[in-house]
Nanobody, 124 residues
């Protein structure tokens, strides 16, 4: 499966953005999906994950209550709704897919496919 993230941009602190990740392939619904981010000079870090059905999600502590991951298997798309954005959320955001849709994988090595990222910049 191949995927492409979009929806990034420049937003003021407290604002919102919705990222989308459109994936190709007929087996999208069998993949667990995740969002990661990488800020300049920092390692790529886990943000959120969702299982194949959307019934199970997991978030890193710093985004709990502000970000929501969801998916639409009919559209082969996973979303990341980001509210109450902070300057420290500034990063390139990547979506990733793991063959085998159970669970909510949280580590880079658990994912099989990565898309190009989208830049999110939050100004103070």
């Amino acid at each position: 499966v191949q995927q492409q993230a979009s929806g990034g941009g420049l937003v003021q602190a407290g604002g919102s953005l919705r990222l989308s990740c459109a994936a190709s392939g007929r087996t999208f619904s069998s993949y667990a999906m995740g969002w990661f981010r990488q800020a300049p000079g920092k390692e790529r870090e886990f943000v959120a994950a969702i299982n194949w059905s959307g019934g199970s999600t997991y978030y890193t502590d710093s985004v709990k209550g502000r970000f929501t991951i969801s998916r639409d298997n009919a559209k082969n798309t996973v979303y990341l709704q980001m509210n109450s954005l902070k300057p420290e959320d500034t990063a390139v955001y990547y979506c990733a897919a793991r063959a085998g849709g159970w669970g909510t994988p949280r580590h880079i090595y658990e994912y099989d496919y990565w898309g190009q990222g989208t830049q999110v910049t939050v100004s103070s």
